[in-house]
């Protein structure tokens, strides 16, 4: 008895020291917390590149190699949030990081049977386990319950689980359900099918245990453990449990989107160190991916060596749809490595469509306007000819435009003036880059004497294929043009306009239907260009929703003889066209209010009828007596030319010396036209040859190459 009393006696005493040790244990809670903050170190997830609904487009390897890439419950299927829950922490919602009935469960269940039998770990007590990995001992649990505590403080409920799904392991380096769900089954997890979801749930317990690639039948175990379990918890029915047994597991690790990698790899670059590891850009990752399989497949039937670019932009809004850099990154052959989307390349005659309508916009010529294309000589000694050296007479500009004519075009730009016409392409956002430096613009401009990105070419389109205001081509949203950019007048909307009716009526790319004959089709009006030596292959169009352009060529710069823009470039502007919904207004759309009388009649006032070319008064026009001397601009001497290539046709150019001309091969002459600068000559096998050009005094020049 008297031991009984000293018992209840001493109850008062082990309460007041309990609630002494829970009030000492409250006041330490915050010195503790900021003497041993959580270490969320690893919760800083991969950099990663997005379009533009949040679909990976490329992830980098986080400094630890690993691919973790965040994830919230928003970007995951609220199904598999239920299967999570329902396995790993069913009372997740109202505990505090620990919970104290799996607590006091596990407890009795080790007595009762002397070892452990279930765990009291909870997705909090995990995700700080992984925040911090500790050996599986109790005191490591002990401080686990510590930190899920603190976690909780920290980081609420939601912040917590997003911890989880960024950081659970998932088999090899694969951490996170974004990560997981890409690797396995290449897809993002916002819809998963109850097995997939299943799957994902049972993962973490063992990761490389129960990898599918590796232990089929391990995972298969731990997936219908998870399922079953779901049945009971009324997750699932039984029969939806059988439908995703059989579901196939993942037979292979998938590698992680590789999209976009040229644009991706310059905004991460461009990144501070303090902006999100997420990059959001304007792309639509379904159309980057089917344009790529596109451009890597016109690379494959145009041969080896020769690279590829494509860019798709909002007309209105200059925002990137797709951007194709090459047809392969790792392709050191075709150096896919370089982005050629951003490289300076002559744009051959990409840029006439702004010359002519700088024209129409000054009220100097008109569609029906006609132009002499023959050779003629310019003031400055400048003496341009047409691709093929064929000249066509009395053409319309609209016809001179649609077929690429350059006599006609430098006659135009004559009269716009090259100083204005290098001004207005700085207004369009193209950086003025000449051979020779930043000297006077000349002629020569007109047929791409001076060196453009296919970027800044596409946002010239964009301007014309709108209002004629600039439009800044961005990648990264709200990254446009300012204020003052926008204001930037390229061209009235009347001459645009004009521009775009001219360009819509241009012969189809090669391989392609008119557009006039194809039923519910589009209407894509485009310009083509070749630049000198065959070095770039240009097509740039719009249909009234988008602009695509395209280039093609080598990375080098070295010629790519007989491809010119119609019949390589055009063919695959027109294919990436088809991958774009129908535009609601085609072009050239309806005329503005602002065109002018003039230009909706075809009686033309005398100063419009004709466009006078410098020798219009008469006089030899490919005038004798240049004191220039003869000189083989194409091919070089010593040049080593690809047989492939060269085996569809070498085009031969001389300049200067005094016309005609007249062409040698290997001593034998071509059969060709004396007054023109160049020749055409087909090999007929590989080795050494020897050209040579003489002209009308006699004077001769040659050169040795090698076709291998």
Not at 166 to 191: C, D, H, M, Q, S
Not at 419 to 444: C, H, K, Y
Not at 530 to 549: E, K, M, N, P, Q
Not at 557 to 582: E, N, S
Request: hydrophobic share 45%; proline share 10%.
């Amino acid at each position: 008895m008297r031991n009984g009393v000293a018992r209840r006696d001493r109850r008062p005493f082990r309460v007041a020291a309990f609630a002494l040790l829970m009030a000492a244990a409250l006041v330490a809670a915050p010195v503790l917390d900021r003497a041993f903050p959580p270490d969320l170190s690893r919760l800083a997830p991969a950099l990663t590149v997005t379009a533009r609904d949040g679909a990976v487009l490329r992830a980098f390897l986080s400094p630890d190699e690993t691919w973790r890439l965040p994830t919230t419950r928003a970007d995951v299927d609220p199904l598999y949030l239920r299967m999570l829950m329902a396995y790993e922490d069913a009372r997740f919602g109202w505990h505090p990081g620990v919970d104290p009935l799996a607590v006091i469960r596990a407890t009795g269940q080790a007595v009762v049977h002397g070892r452990v039998v279930s765990g009291a770990s909870t997705l909090t007590m995990q995700a700080a386990r992984l925040l911090e990995p500790r050996p599986r001992t109790l005191p490591s649990k002990l401080v686990e319950m510590a930190r899920a505590l603190q976690l909780t403080a920290h980081l609420g409920r939601d912040g917590v689980l997003d911890a989880y799904l960024t950081l659970a392991p998932f088999g090899g380096n694969i951490e996170g359900v974004r990560a997981a769900a890409l690797a396995w089954w290449g897809k993002a997890p916002r819809r998963l099918t109850p097995g997939q979801a299943a799957l994902l749930v049972a993962l973490p317990q063992d990761p490389n245990g129960l990898r599918p690639d590796r232990h089929p039948e391990a995972a298969r175990a731990a997936r219908a453990k998870v399922l079953w379990r779901m049945v009971e918890a009324g997750v699932l029915t039984a029969r939806q449990a059988r439908e995703a047994e059989a579901e196939p597991l993942p037979t292979l690790r998938r590698p992680l989107p590789l999209l976009a990698p040229h644009l991706a790899r310059h905004l991460i670059a461009a990144r501070a160190p303090d902006d999100p590891p997420a990059v959001r850009t304007t792309l639509d990752a379904a159309l980057q991916a089917r344009a790529e399989t596109l451009v890597r497949a016109h690379a494959a039937a145009l041969g080896p060596r020769l690279s590829i670019a494509a860019l798709a932009v909002e007309a209105e809004t200059g925002a990137v749809r797709a951007w194709v850099g090459s047809p392969d990154l790792l392709d050191t052959a075709r150096l896919g490595a370089i982005d050629m989307v951003r490289a300076v390349r002559s744009p051959g005659s990409a840029l006439k469509p702004l010359i002519y309508g700088m024209a129409f916009e000054d009220g100097v010529l008109h569609p029906l306007t006609t132009i002499d294309d023959r050779p003629v000589r310019f003031g400055d000694g400048y003496a341009p000819g047409n691709f093929g050296f064929a000249h066509y007479g009395r053409v319309t500009a609209a016809e001179a435009l649609r077929w690429s004519l350059n006599v006609p075009a430098v006659a135009v730009l004559d009269r716009v003036g090259p100083l204005r016409f290098a001004a207005r392409l700085a207004t369009a956002g193209v950086t003025p880059r000449r051979q020779g430096g930043l000297g006077r613009p000349g002629l020569p401009l007109a047929l791409g004497g001076l060196g453009v990105t296919l970027e800044e070419l596409v946002g010239l389109y964009a301007a014309l294929a709108t209002d004629g205001r600039r439009r800044v081509v961005h990648a990264v949203p709200g990254a446009g043009g300012t204020e003052a950019d926008e204001a930037a007048r390229v061209l009235s909307p009347a001459a645009a306009w004009q521009v775009r009716s001219v360009l819509a009526d241009a012969p189809p790319a090669t391989g392609f239907a008119p557009d006039a004959a194809t039923r519910g089709g589009r209407t894509v009006a485009f310009k083509t260009g070749t630049s000198y030596g065959f070095r770039d292959a240009w097509a740039v169009g719009l249909d009234g929703g988008h602009i695509i352009g395209v280039w093609v060529g080598r990375a080098d710069g070295t010629p790519v003889p007989g491809h010119i823009g119609r019949d390589t470039a055009a063919p695959l502007m027109r294919a990436l066209f088809d991958l774009l919904p129908l535009p609601p207004h085609p072009v050239p759309g309806p005329p503005p209010a602002d065109l002018p009388a003039v230009m909706r009649t075809a009686d033309l006032p005398p100063p419009l009828r004709r466009l006078a070319l410098p020798d219009a008064g008469g006089g030899q026009s490919v005038a004798s007596g240049t004191a220039d001397p003869l000189r083989l601009r194409f091919p070089p001497d010593g040049a080593t030319l690809d047989w492939d290539q060269a085996a569809l046709g070498l085009a031969l150019e001389a300049a200067g010396g005094d016309r005609p001309y007249a062409w040698l091969v290997n001593g034998r002459p071509l059969d060709t036209a004396p007054w023109h600068r160049g020749a055409q000559w087909r090999p007929d096998g590989r080795g050494r040859a020897r050209i040579t050009v003489i002209d009308r005094d006699g004077r001769s020049v040659s050169a040795e190459i090698w076709l291998d």
